[in-house]
Antibody
Framework: QVQLQESGPGLVKPSQTLSLTCTVS??????????WSWIRQHPGKGLEWIGY???????YYNPSLKSRVTISVDTSKNQFSLKLSSVTAADTAVYYC?????????????WGQGTMVTVSS | SYVLTQPPSVSVAPGKTARITCGGN??????VHWYQQKPGQAPVLVIY???DRPSGIPERFSGSNSGNTATLTISRVEAGDEADYYC????????????FGGGTKLTVL
């Protein structure tokens, strides 16, 4: 059973770059057929999709964040990562990594536990 | 981009049936997924492909989708079902393919 675990700093200063990593265990990120996503949730609010990456490296980003987002994959470490540049307080949120596949109609069937990131000086 | 509309809250007594709606333009032509999120926890997929249940999800959870409305139905509601519920679609024709509804807080009275 695939499991996901987010890691990274819980506090980031304004204007800096937020960097998070999602480690995949119980399966290979290179197995194909799965898209690896980042999703965030502002405090007390709903879910916002940030973007996804395929193991080949192809990416797709939320247009509203596209100019600041980079998602990358490291197949050797079975990890994928999120970088969000020029952060402001509005980027304070719980960040989740999740996986989706054609098999489930592109539903997010596996989620990490989430990691809280606060943007503050 | 595509918009999904959910009621902010739904209340139901234990043992009764809860219905949570998700509205969208011609949503019946899309596959709808539903997530349950309890406080401090990650979302959990409870329905995918409109009405399929992942393993481990009780049969009390069911879904339907037609026209402009998808519905998550929870039968014989239990106190443990109290949570936020989100609908989601994958709109492959859009530059914003992943869309979530705003969420519905289910309160068990």
């Amino acid at each position: 059973q695939v499991q996901l675990q987010e890691s990274g700093p819980g506090l980031v200063k304004p204007s800096q770059t937020l960097s998070l990593t999602c480690t995949v265990s119980g399966g290979s990120i290179s197995s194909g057929g799965y898209y690896w996503s980042w999703i965030r949730q502002h405090p007390g609010k709903g879910l916002e999709w940030i973007g996804y990456i395929y193991y080949s490296g192809s990416t797709y980003y939320n247009p509203s964040l596209k100019s600041r987002v980079t998602i990358s994959v490291d197949t050797s470490k079975n990890q994928f990562s999120l970088k969000l540049s020029s952060v402001t307080a509005a980027d304070t949120a719980v960040y989740y990594c999740a996986t989706t596949a054609d098999l489930t109609g592109w539903a997010f069937d596996i989620w990490g536990q989430g990691t809280m990131v606060t943007v503050s000086s | 981009s595509y918009v999904l509309t959910q009621p902010p809250s739904v209340s139901v007594a234990p043992g009764k049936t809860a219905r949570i709606t998700c509205g969208g333009n011609n949503i019946g032509s899309k596959s709808v997924h539903w997530y349950q999120q309890k406080p401090g926890q990650a979302p959990v997929l409870v329905i995918y492909y409109d009405s399929d249940r992942p393993s481990g999800i009780p049969e009390r959870f069911s879904g339907s989708n037609s026209g402009n409305t998808a519905t998550l139905t929870i039968s014989r509601v239990e106190a443990g079902d109290e949570a936020d519920y989100y609908c989601q679609v994958w709109d492959s024709s859009s530059d914003h393919p992943v869309v979530f509804g705003g969420g519905t807080k289910l309160t068990v009275l």
